[in-house]
């Protein structure tokens, strides 16, 4: 029996896509669930798994644009091959060997060619002859002058679009923080193993941000709103999206109702998120919707920049890396200098709708509640 492959759905809000590549070839026996194909869209690649086990037959090769519930090949699930092969079986099947010549024995002496009858010539004749002349070297083909030359993916294309959108579209600004991580390293290293038992998955710093961000957008409400026909829309929802690199680009996956998670939450749904976003298993409708981003460009080095809107949102927090730096703080001597791991924070924000004091207090009130971890507990 055939089973059909069909471009399956991966969110209302996608009708299409380009069938990018075949993970298996025509004729390789695939297990049901494995992985079978990758359908590019303008949001993410994902990656398809087989409906059934058997033998792939293929009809829409790489790099064609499909549409969802097209039919792009079949399995046979009522293949011969599936039926597993022994040893003795496998060796029958095997071609014969192939007789290889060897070379004769020395005491056997081979037939000698005859000798060109140029040879034979005189030698006077052989001087007047003149001498061939060698054949040019061919020249090495030119290196294209203009490079090498790559197709953008579908997604890289559109990541380039909402980037150039977002730059011409918004009144974009940045303001700038940094934030003292002492109590939230403290309490990592306290908590961590413990935590990790409990929760299965590791306590990082993200869901601090998230955490504090959720609280700080209850009270400034239009840091999470963006224009839309001349109106102001307020989100319903804290939908936050998290910004991961992949070998594809960055995808900027969304936590639903952040603001009902706690850190434990979280810390599991971005784990989730980054995960499925990496092997190219999230679905488009996770990457849309959002209310507000983070993205941290500190996993890479970055110790300060401007992030760039994911646009239509009106504002992100940019994340860079800890760096232990000096520090004045109040002791109980009066101030002293201390060495503690700070954070440069950065908030980009639509100017058009969110004035500068808003976006000051929004950083200020973030910087203010990771200080100070414990209120993330208990003002959730």
Known sequence: ??????????????????????????????????????????????????????????????????????????IDTDAAQLAPKTPAAEAAAAPPPVPVRTAPHPEVKATAEPEPARAHAPASARARAPAPRPAPAPRPAPAPAHGRRVPMTNLRKRIAERLVEAQHSTASLT??????????VDLRSRYRDEFERAHGVKLGFMSFFVKACTLALAEMPVVSAHIEDGDIVYPEAMDIGV?????????????????RMGIAALESAIADLAARARERKILPDELTGGSFSITNGGVFGSLLSTPLLNYPQSAILGMHTIQRRPVAEEGPGGEQVVIRPMMYLALTYDHRLVDGKEAVSFLKRVKELVEDPWRLFIEA
């Not at 990018?20 to 798994?49: C, I, N, Q």
């Not at 303001?175 to 939230?184: D, M, P």
């Open 1 to 74: 029996m055939k089973k059909e492959i069909t471009v399956p759905s991966v969110g209302e809000s996608v009708t299409q896509g380009i069938l990018a590549s075949w993970l298996k070839a025509a004729g390789d026996l695939v297990e049901e669930g494995s992985d079978l194909f990758e359908l590019e869209t303008d949001k993410a690649t994902v990656t398809v798994p087989a409906p059934a086990s058997g033998a792939l037959a293929v009809s829409v090769a790489a790099g064609t644009e499909v549409t969802i519930g097209q039919v792009v090949g079949s």
């Open 175 to 184: 303001t700038f923080n940094e934030v003292n991580l002492q109590k939230v």
């Open 243 to 259: 910004a991961v690199s992949t070998d594809r680009g960055l995808l900027v996956p969304v936590i639903r109702g952040a603001d």
